[in-house]
């Protein structure tokens, strides 16, 4: 097994995460998936929190790291969120990666799952559309409007592409404040400091490479 994996177990009781009962039983699940190869485990994340709730500050925590780190989320059991349908909407917002240890192909075929049916409602709608304009011509109505030319067209794709790397680094930075915030609370005081402790826990810079006074800075002074 290759990669960066941050592994999320969850129990549903205060008990059951206080004695541990649960989560041994997961924590081994994930051993063994993970045993042999080049693997890094970024992290353990704990929920303790009941299934039919759907709030998970935890998960939505294991998802922001993932991103962070590029990693995968690793679950024991995939019955721990899969009848989940505040994990299934978070996973696909999130675009993470995320892989069952109990059913490793469950990743793919999940996945595949939920977007054919969002490809299929996409169809139904369109449908539907064309069926309307189609009634709409037949009772005279005139459609269509002003073509696109080159110019508008070239123009809409780079708003279109600043907004999205806009949006990239407001993410990011979503992402990656609660952990200086962390180094805070350990002892870092200073930028420098800070980002000697981002660097030493592999923490990814904002475009590679190692951190600096300057991008903590730049990264907590963003408007």
Request: with cysteine; hydrophobic share 45%; net charge positive.
């Amino acid at each position: 097994m290759n990669g960066k994996f941050v592994s999320y177990l969850r129990v549903s009781t205060q008990r059951q995460g206080k004695s541990g009962l649960g989560l041994e039983a997961q924590r081994e699940a994930v051993s063994g998936y993970l045993n042999g190869g080049k693997w890094s485990l970024v992290a353990e994340i704990v929920e303790v929190e009941s299934g039919k709730r759907a709030a998970r500050p935890e998960l939505a925590r294991a998802l922001s790291m993932c991103r962070l780190h590029r990693a995968t989320l690793l679950v024991a059991k995939l019955d721990r969120l899969a009848r989940n349908v505040a994990f299934i909407s978070a996973l696909m917002e999130a675009g993470v990666k995320f892989v069952a240890a109990d059913l490793p192909q469950a990743n793919e075929l999940t996945v595949h799952i939920l977007a054919a049916m969002a490809e299929y409602e996409a169809k139904a709608i369109s449908a539907r559309t064309k069926a309307a304009l189609a009634v709409a011509k037949a009772r005279g109505t005139v459609l269509g409007g002003l073509r696109w030319d080159i110019t508008q067209v070239a123009s809409k794709g780079r708003r279109m592409a600043l907004q999205t790397r806009r949006e990239n680094a407001a993410n990011y930075r979503a992402d990656v404040l609660p952990v200086i915030e962390d180094k805070r609370r350990q002892g870092a005081v200073t930028l420098r400091a800070i980002a000697e402790a981002l660097n030493a826990d592999g923490t990814p810079a904002p475009r590679g490479g190692s951190w600096s006074a300057v991008q903590v800075s730049r990264i907590v002074n963003a408007a």
